[in-house]
Structures are given as structure tokens and as C-alpha cells.
């Protein structure tokens, strides 16, 4: 920063007159060539030129976000400092946060600032820098004010020569704002501006740029597309009926499954039994329990009996009910277990699952799933799209079903989700999974049976009828050559 102006070194020396002494004068020492201490003013006045410099040289939008939220605290001392960029009457975005690279705009914190600027710039709060009060705020805003921000806000617009609002700067500490800093501040935010402007306008013509080399790009394809005759794109997978969220039931408790009360597909009503799991550690654990609980039951009334002629059976007396009451709850917890060894059917409908051969004397534990319960008439079609036959496929794709037992009567159905990622199927390969949906109310509707296979045509986006024919030549080739 350039030295004061010569007319204002005497004021800022101290101790500077005509009489003689320590001052200066003919009886003291002189200050020739030495430079005045600069004043509080003067400081804040160099700090405030510095900013000013920081911002107009700052070499991107970037840069300059950062000296808005985090350098500003070097005039201004605050504890959070937040950037949003918007209009008084389009609602504001915040763009940067002191202390945080990137910030989380799905946060409830940042959701609440959002909703206060809006308020302010539908309210005529961004007339100029000043202070808001939780008071100034409607209710739903002023209840959450304590919750997320310190008690003394500062409000800083940045305005366009024309006088539009492009952001504003929002500066909270615990200390109330001073009439100087919020002038300080208004003129800080007027050189921001000017900054911010000057920046965004040139990101404005980048992306204008960019735009226009893409569109470039993009037209000749397209143009060299429409000479393409259109075609449906359509792709054959197998497909399994399976239920239509059916109940599962699972293991209740670790154990060894004993044996099955019913057979697949073969309909239950709610409450019958449907498997049973072995109890033979169980009903010892109980007894256990039992003997364990008749000791301390005994013990209890010895230290009773006791308790009227020895003050040490009195003093042993709380610590044997404490333990009758341990035992009682071992018991009771022992036969709960035991008591859900035996699994019924939570709702009616059809048992699913595998040979009940292959579960019998088979280790399961807690939550481990066994059956599930269907509803017959409730059923949907899974797909298992192999990875090499994958389309692009958009929401409600058109689904034919051609059944194995009955080939030549396909049945409609429409795709309601695709899996993101592909997993292995059941034919040992790898297959994206696609479940689609019957329409009940389809002239002459009835539900194919659960387990039934067959081959699903799935029908995909339009493409070019080069695409459709070379698809997999290209594929082919392309994974031959690496490109």
C-alpha cells in the first residue's frame, strides 16, 4: 500500500507541536525521516483496498468465492460467512460457506438460509446492507433461526448498475453489528459486485461458446440421423411368473429345520402350520431354566426361614429374591423360544419354495428366509436380461410372454423396473434383472401359475435400422478391437 499523503503525517505523530521535549522541537529529538504509526482507520482503510484487489484479480468465479466467505473475516470479523447468487424475485442458491469446499445444498441449514433470503427478496429487505433480527422473520422461519445461526446477522446485497440483486453475502456472529461496519459492509458488497459481475459474465460467454461448438457438433449427427429409417428395437430374454409381493417367512431363531407341515404350491390358510424347526436344545435349556429356578426358589426360603435368628440370612434375602427373579426370566425366555419353534402361515395364500428334502436337518439362522406365501392371482413376470443382449429400454417398455406350455398364446405385459446393475442368474451367467406387470383387466385374463418359464420379448426405444441390424457385429467388433 502507498504511503499517507504528506498533510496528514504531523496529525498521525504523536506527542508532534512547537514546544520543545520529547515531541520534537528544538529541545527534543526530531522525527525526520521516520513514518507516523498508522491509525485504526487507516488499517481498516488499507484491509478494505486489499479485498478490493483480492476480488477484481481473483483469476476465476472460484477464487473469487473464496474471497468472499473466508477472506471478508479480515475487516469484518464474523463466525460463518455464506455467498448466494439469485434475484429478489427468483428466489436465491447458495453458492459458497466459509470453512467448507463444497457445500451440501440438500442440508436442512442451507434449506432454511434459501427460504430466508427468498422472504427477504420478496419482502424489500435488500434495499441495502443491514441487520435482520429472528423478529423480522415470519414464524416458520424465526422458529428455526436459534436452532441453526448465530444471534446477529449481517445482510449484504450485491447489486448490478442497474440496481437488480444478483446475490448477497450473509455474515452471523454472536456480537451485535456496529452503524460503521454495516456502512464498511455496504461498500464492500457494492466492489463484490462489481467483481462477481465481471466474472460471471465471462463464464456466461465460455458457456455461451461451448454451446455453440456443440451445437456445431450435434447437427450434422443429427442431420446424417434423420436419413436413418426408424425401427422398434426389441430383444428376447428368459422369464420366470413369479409372485407379486409375497409374504416371506423366515426363521425365527437359529436352529436346524426338523421338518415341513406342507408341499410346494400347495395352498395354506392363515394360522396352519408350515414348518417346524428342532427342539431338542431348546426343551433342555428349559428344563435347565426350570431346575435352576426350583434351586433358587429353595435357597429363597432357607435364607427366610434363617432371617428370623441370623442377621446374615436376613442380610442374603433381597440378593435370593434378585435371583428368583433371574431365573424366572431365563424360564420364561427359554419357553418363548421353545414356543416358536413351530412356524404358521401369517396370511393364506400359496407356499413357495424348493424341495423340502433339501431343507430338512439344514442348519438356518434368525431372519434366514425358507418360504414365501403368494397370492395365486397376484403374479408378475421376472426377467433375466443377459449383459451382451442389453438395450436401452424406457419406463412402461411393451412385454410378450411366450410361455413354454403354451407357446403360441403370448401373453401382454409392461415393464415397471430394471435393475441397475447386472448380478448372476439362475443360468449361471451374468443378466440384468427386469420385472413386468400383468393387466388383469385384459380380455380373457387369467393368471399364468407361479413357477412357469418362457421367453420374453421386450420391446426398446426406436432406433435406426442400421443399429438394429448391426448391433451385434459392432459389439462383437468392438470388443475384439478395444474401442
Known sequence: ?????????????????????????????????????????????????????????????????????????????????????????????????????????????????????????????????????????????????????????????????????????WLVRDQPWADGERVLAEQLADAYAHAWLAKAGRGRLRRSSHRLRWLALVVPLLLLGALAIPVPQSVLAPAEVVPHEPTVVAAPLDGVVESFSVQPNEAVAAGAPLFRLDDTKLRSERDVAARSLEVAEAELRRARQGAFTDRESSAQVALMEARVRLRQAELANAEARLARVAVTAPSAGVAVFGDPNDWIGRPVQTGERILQIADPDSVELRIDLPVDSAIALPDGAEVELFLDADPLRPLAATLVRASYEAEPSSRNSLAYRLIARFDPEAAGWAAPRIGLHGTAKVFGRTVPLALYLFRRPISSLRQTLGF
Not at 485504526?40 to 473464496?66: M, T
Request: proline share 9%; with cysteine.
Open 1 to 169: 500500500m502507498s504511503s499517507l499523503p504528506e498533510d496528514a503525517a504531523p496529525a498521525a505523530a504523536p506527542g508532534a507541536g512547537n514546544d520543545g521535549g520529547p515531541g520534537g522541537g528544538p529541545g527534543g529529538p526530531t522525527n525526520v525521516g521516520r513514518l507516523p504509526r498508522p491509525d485504526a482507520q487507516s488499517v481498516v482503510f488499507s484491509v478494505f483496498l486489499q479485498l478490493e484487489r483480492q476480488a477484481r484479480h481473483a483469476q476465476s468465479a472460484d477464487s473469487l468465492r473464496f474471497v468472499l466467505v473466508n477472506e471478508t473475516r479480515r475487516l469484518l470479523p464474523y463466525r460463518q460467512a455464506i455467498f448466494a447468487t439469485g434475484s429478489e424475485g427468483g428466489g436465491f442458491r447458495v453458492e459458497s460457506v466459509s470453512g467448507v469446499a463444497v457445500p451440501d445444498r440438500s442440508a436442512p441449514y442451507l434449506r432454511w438460509l434459501e427460504r430466508v433470503f427468498a422472504w427477504c427478496g420478496r419482502n424489500g429487505r435488500l434495499a441495502e446492507a443491514g441487520r435482520l433480527a429472528p423478529e423480522d422473520l415470519p414464524a416458520a422461519e424465526r422458529d428455526e433461526w436459534q436452532e441453526w445461526s448465530a444471534p446477529e446477522a449481517l445482510l449484504c446485497p450485491f447489486k448490478a448498475p442497474d440496481g437488480a440483486v444478483v446475490g448477497l453475502l
